[in-house]
């Protein structure tokens, strides 16, 4: 099965368990590794057969945007139940990272994978 990626996915949106996070727009970063078969795109170069990342990011940034959640858990969770429902893609991996909340850290986050990536059955 052949992946299509997206990196850095940067959305603005409320986020977060303390009170102070809900009246305000923190950062969420997205990378996405998605299972879809390139070969009938790029066979007939056609758009319409391939997995169109822009309508993707743009789909993840207008549900993040429209959502809100305490947890970036749900986020992910909600996020990989939209793709796989809407983009007919078979498996996702899906990394989500929230800069900035843990001041020590660089970074933290969850890292989920749902569906398959071999196109029978079998996980990541």
Same mark, same amino acid.
């Given at each position: 099965?052949?992946?299509?990626?997206?990196?850095?996915?940067?959305?603005?949106?409320?986020?977060?368990?303390?009170?102070?996070?809900?009246?305000?727009?923190?950062?969420? &970063?997205?990378? =996405?590794? @998605?299972?879809?078969?390139?070969?009938? %795109?790029?066979?007939?170069?056609?758009? $319409?057969?391939?997995?169109?990342?822009?309508?993707?990011?743009?789909?993840?940034?207008?549900?993040?945007?429209?959502?809100?959640?305490?947890?970036?858990?749900?986020?992910?969770?909600?996020?990989?139940?939209?793709?796989?429902?809407?983009?007919? &893609?078979?498996? =996702?991996? @899906?990394?989500?990272?929230?800069?900035? %909340?843990?001041?020590?850290?660089?970074? $933290?986050?969850?890292?989920?994978?749902?569906?398959?990536?071999?196109?029978?059955?079998?996980?990541?």
């Amino acid at each position: 099965m052949d992946r299509v990626f997206i990196n850095s996915l940067e959305v603005l949106c409320t986020i977060g368990v303390y009170e102070w996070e809900k009246t305000i727009k923190q950062k969420l &970063v997205f990378d =996405l590794v @998605l299972a879809f078969d390139n070969r009938p %795109a790029a066979q007939d170069d056609n758009i $319409v057969l391939a997995l169109d990342y822009a309508v993707l990011s743009q789909r993840i940034v207008e549900f993040a945007q429209n959502h809100t959640f305490e947890l970036i858990e749900t986020m992910a969770e909600r996020v990989a139940t939209m793709i796989l429902a809407e983009f007919n &893609v078979p498996g =996702l991996q @899906l990394t989500l990272s929230k800069p900035g %909340a843990v001041p020590m850290a660089a970074n $933290v986050g969850v890292q989920i994978t749902r569906g398959n990536f071999n196109g029978q059955g079998t996980s990541l």
